[in-house]
């Protein structure tokens, strides 16, 4: 049987949020767990869907769902028919803020989560007090998939390529500075390039990733002696706090450590190409209420966004 041939009238439009569900969570299990719904309830909502087609719809593939020639025609009219569904009912229901049982997951690094997070938190307690964030780490290379998959809600990072579903807006440049402890033997005068680059260093990188700042400092023709690579930024203070080792990081952050720490922060001697900051959303929230508002709070919050910046796209 066609589509042209189906009674209309039998079609439940649920069905379609099943077809995108799969298609987005790459699988049965995640369109279930993303929908509240049981795995034989998408499985019959699927097998619904094929007859409906005449078509699989998705084929397996070892533990992934692939989504057949049909499916991928079909799957943007569906996500705008639906994303069309979800704005009018949110434009007719007054949202109440105040009122609106919410949870959001962040995308955030340490740095963000120090620095951001507790200002969020008190604007949250008195403008959504019913609302509740997780904020987690998510690796680069994982943004746009976590972001489809509906399991990340919202993430700052710094740029990334991304295709035109994820939506992105520049927040500004994240400034370096560098990070000394108090007695160090260069903390008198201007820091000189010379000396910043015959020091020895500590260093924070990921699951053996390369610290991103000497990519950009390679690029630039300098090199630096890396002694110490820690996890997070804190315990990298603590090590400069005690040794003289030198420790380039976000200024936001650093400046914030001072009041706690006895290390002190100068400039980075060394003109590198700035190091954008971005939010990224998934297209399917760009209306939702709570999200949107979400956004332009995150956006106020963090610092060093210039005039004229580049728009949201």
């Known amino acids: 049987m066609s589509v042209n041939q189906w009674n209309i ?3 439940d439009l649920n069905l379609f949020r099943v077809l995108d569900a799969i298609y987005t969570n790459g699988g049965i ?7 509240h719904l049981t795995q034989p309830a998408i499985t019959h909502s699927l097998n619904r869907l094929r007859e409906v087609f005449d078509d699989p ?3 397996r593939q070892g533990n992934k ?3 057949t020639e049909k499916t991928r025609l079909v799957l943007p009219q569906v996500q705008l028919c639906l994303q069309g569904l979800n704005a009018t009912v949110m434009h007719e229901q007054e949202f109440n803020l105040r009122e609106a049982e919410l949870t959001f997951t962040l995308g955030f690094r340490d740095v963000l989560e120090a620095t951001v997070l507790p200002a969020l938190t008190k604007i949250i307690q008195t403008a959504a007090p019913r609302m509740t964030i997780i904020s987690r780490r998510v690796v680069r290379e994982e943004i746009e998939k976590e972001l489809s998959a509906g399991r990340v809600d919202l993430v700052v990072e ?9 939506k992105s807006t520049y927040l500004g440049d994240e400034t370096m500075v560098v990070v000394m402890a108090k007695n160090h033997p260069l903390v008198s005068g201007n820091l000189q390039k010379n000396d910043y680059l015959r020091a020895r260093h500590v260093v924070v990188a990921q699951q053996g990733a390369r610290e991103s700042l000497d990519t950009l400092l390679n690029e630039a023709g300098h090199f630096r002696e890396v002694s110490i690579v820690c996890q997070h ?3 990298a203070c603590n090590v400069v706090a005690s040794s003289n080792l030198l420790l380039t990081m976000p200024s936001l952050y650093a400046r914030d450590l001072t009041r706690v720490l006895p290390i002190v922060v100068r400039p980075l001697p060394i003109r590198l190409k700035p190091i954008r900051l971005e939010m990224y ?3 399917m929230k760009e209306n939702d209420s709570g999200h949107a508002w979400l956004r332009t709070t995150l956006a106020d919050l963090i610092p060093g966004k210039p005039e004229n910046s580049p728009p949201e796209r």
Do not use: D, N, Q, T
């Not at 299990?29 to 929908?35: K, Q």
């Not at 710094?158 to 994820?166: A, C, D, L, Q």
């Open 158 to 166: 710094r740029r990334i390529h991304v295709e035109k579903r994820v």
């Open 29 to 35: 299990s995640g369109a279930a767990r993303a929908l």
């Open 57 to 59: 719809l998705f084929v």
């Open 9 to 11: 009238k039998r079609l």
């Open 65 to 67: 769902m692939i989504p």
């Open 233 to 235: 930024l804190y315990a």
């Open 281 to 283: 959303w998934h297209e």
